[in-house]
């Protein structure tokens, strides 16, 4: 089968279409021929090493992150799915590849996709739509009524999150480009920011949850309008101690996280706020729960643009530039 690899860790943006073996499926895993691949910023930090610290890959490395497919094969202690399902998944961190025309995927990773659906549409929705999912439930543990904003959520990932978000009776206020204000209204946002004309921080208090999608230079202003004993969630600004406690890592990285993350927190402690860092893992039980609410409201992620395998670096620049609106998607 031909797959996109990198053979090397590295700044630019250079994949290699190699042929090599089609995945052995073990007793709980299941083959699945790819349709269609997510592409995203994380593919790009997996190129260049950034995430090495939480997920350390042997090289060659095929890379990719989520997918939709057809199941072609089932290991013989396969339960819940079958030749032919129609499935989607977020790749465990430890098995990741999803620019390739197979994968091997563990059962417990994936969902049969939302049947309102296209593959090209389901390829979009797992990692933005599980980020999504774990930083209000896993993480912020938000209840209903409270007030959440997501600064930058025109994109792939505030097409779920919003959703996602009013699904659990929140208030969301979020900001981006114009350009995108009617659609993120359209999809539940309360209230919009236009980043060019407007400033959040001078605009929003009494703030109960932020899901940063910025980086760390935007973390003081984020936490600038939260509550007292409000809570900010970061998607890009980086591990802290509690990170690495919570993901069992050993006692070396914890020390080392809580270095890295030590402004952070100290930044938060002065507003009595709490900073937390998530780094999305693979889960079908949360997946499938997202395919209800999918199919129930007729969710749509949103779409940038569609390239062809052959053209996956064109894909891969397109993401790294940052300036896509919605999810960019490879097809095979």
Known sequence: MRAAQIQRYSKSIQVEINKIDIPQIHNREVLVKVKA??????DIMNMNGSVRMIADYKLPLTLGNELSGVIEAVGRDVLNFKVGDAVYTRLPLNKIGAFAEYAAVHEEALSLMPKNLSFIEAAAVPLTALTAYQALHDVLR??????????????????????IAKSMGLTVITSGSERGRARTLSIGADQFINYQTENYAEILSGIDYVIDTLGADEVKAELSILKPHGKLVSLKAGPNHRFAVDNQ???????????V????????????????????????SQ???ITALVERENIKPSIDSIYTFDDIEKALNKVSTGHSQGKVIVTF
Do not use: C
């Open 37 to 42: 691949a997510g592409v995203n910023p994380l």
């Open 142 to 163: 938000a209840e209903p009524n409270k007030k959440l904003f997501i600064p930058g959520g025109t994109g792939g990932f505030g097409a779920m999150a919003i959703p």
């Open 249 to 259: 890592f050993p006692i070396w990285k914890r020390a080392l996280f809580g270095l």
């Open 261 to 284: 993350g030590a402004r952070l927190d100290s930044l938060a402690r002065k507003n009595q706020n709490e900073y937390r860092f998530l780094f999305v893992h693979s889960s079908g």
């Open 287 to 289: 997946l499938q729960e």
